[in-house]
């Protein structure tokens, strides 16, 4: 063997050790950290007799659909909706706030209910959405859930591809990238002592964010499909090209491609037992995070 095949012999080899160990690591991580209990929304909703405000973080105009179906909400004895009633959140927003947690913080303020439900326009909900989301609530002893909603358009090329972006790595697998944050169901209390979105204000990933802060400060919290009660259109812009994608790209290559090319270019059955534990530790990570949508 010559010393230019050693040298690209052993730098495979480093590769396929490097990528079967992210990928391990990261499956370690997911499995041993502390999770939410499994929990289900029922199929028939109770009524719920506290009051309830629905809330939407957008202009009237801009959230027609939302406040038609969040309006013909079932099995709420009294709730009330509120949206925002001009655009001035896009103008007075600190600089560190995102636009849609300021727009949340805002119209809090003239929310009176015990439980405060937030709802990204956009968001399709059945009838007995927002109830179910209370009863499940109410009967886990929760102070907040994220109700995850299906995605409709989960085929698009940009969607699969912030998708697999999202899925955990060494770096990331605690930051909870996949928790969506579009239907929200908190009590006052909560809220209040969270100082509303304060400590999620300029979150790029807010539905994780909302789990380590309540988590933190000693309320509980749980995420729940809601894939039979809400859908949604996922976003296909494309990303920000800046430093944190790029770190996410190269984790996510490092954790998920090398066990494969390590498998089908590995000239020796070393490599390709290297990639085949990666391949394993990469799928049983997949099903394990993913398990709610």
Same mark, same amino acid.
């Given at each position: 063997?010559?010393?230019?095949?050693?040298?690209?012999?052993?730098?495979?080899?480093?590769?396929?050790?490097?990528?079967?160990?992210?990928?391990?690591?990261?499956?370690?991580?997911?499995?041993?950290?502390?999770?939410?209990?499994?929990?289900?929304?029922?199929?028939?909703?109770?009524?719920?007799?506290?009051?309830?405000?629905?809330?939407?973080?957008?202009?009237?105009?801009?959230?027609?659909?939302?406040?038609?179906?969040?309006?013909?909400?079932?099995?709420?004895?009294?709730?009330?909706?509120?949206?925002?009633?001009?655009?001035?959140?896009?103008?007075?927003?600190?600089?560190?706030?995102?636009?849609?947690?300021?727009?949340?913080?805002?119209?809090?303020?003239?929310?009176?209910?015990?439980?405060?439900?937030?709802?990204?326009?956009?968001?399709?909900?059945?009838?007995?959405?927002?109830?179910?989301?209370?009863?499940?609530?109410?009967?886990?002893?929760?102070?907040? @859930? !994220?109700?995850? /909603?299906?995605? +409709? $358009?989960?085929? &698009?090329?940009?969607? %699969?591809?912030?998708? @697999? !972006?999202?899925? /955990?790595?060494? +770096? $990331?697998?605690? &930051?909870?990238?996949? %928790?969506?944050?579009?239907? !929200?169901?908190?009590?006052?209390?909560?809220?209040?002592?969270?100082?509303?979105?304060?400590?999620?204000?300029?979150?790029?990933?807010?539905?994780?964010?909302?789990?380590?802060?309540?988590?933190?400060?000693?309320?509980?919290?749980?995420?729940?499909?809601?894939?039979?009660?809400?859908?949604?259109?996922?976003?296909?812009?494309?990303?920000?090209?800046?430093?944190?994608?790029?770190?996410?790209?190269?984790?996510?290559?490092?954790?998920?491609?090398?066990?494969?090319?390590?498998?089908?270019?590995?000239?020796?059955?070393?490599?390709?037992?290297?990639?085949?534990?990666?391949?394993?530790?990469?799928?049983?990570?997949?099903?394990?995070?993913?398990?709610?949508?």
């Amino acid at each position: 063997m010559s010393d230019e095949e050693k040298e690209s012999s052993g730098l495979g080899f480093l590769l396929a050790l490097g990528g079967a160990a992210a990928a391990i690591y990261t499956a370690y991580k997911v499995f041993s950290k502390s999770e939410v209990a499994e929990i289900k929304l029922k199929n028939v909703a109770s009524t719920v007799n506290g009051r309830v405000s629905i809330l939407i973080p957008a202009h009237f105009e801009d959230a027609t659909s939302t406040l038609r179906e969040v309006k013909d909400q079932q099995h709420l004895t009294n709730f009330d909706v509120l949206a925002l009633e001009d655009k001035g959140h896009e103008s007075d927003k600190p600089e560190s706030w995102t636009i849609k947690a300021w727009g949340c913080q805002r119209i809090a303020f003239k929310a009176t209910g015990e439980y405060l439900v937030f709802i990204e326009p956009g968001i399709k909900l059945t009838p007995d959405a927002v109830a179910l989301s209370i009863n499940c609530l109410q009967e886990n002893n929760l102070d907040a @859930l !994220l109700v995850q /909603p299906s995605i +409709l $358009n989960k085929t &698009e090329p940009v969607v %699969i591809a912030k998708f @697999l !972006l999202t899925l /955990p790595t060494p +770096l $990331n697998e605690n &930051e909870g990238t996949n %928790i969506d944050a579009g239907f !929200l169901v908190i009590n006052r209390n909560a809220y209040s002592a969270m100082a509303g979105h304060t400590r999620v204000a300029n979150e790029k990933f807010e539905g994780g964010a909302w789990v380590k802060e309540l988590t933190a400060t000693g309320f509980s919290v749980g995420v729940v499909d809601g894939s039979g009660v809400a859908s949604k259109l996922a976003s296909i812009e494309l990303p920000e090209i800046d430093e944190d994608f790029a770190v996410r790209a190269g984790t996510f290559l490092g954790t998920y491609l090398l066990p494969a090319v390590a498998i089908l270019g590995g000239r020796s059955s070393f490599k390709q037992f290297l990639g085949s534990l990666g391949l394993i530790a990469n799928i049983a990570t997949v099903i394990k995070s993913r398990r709610i949508r």
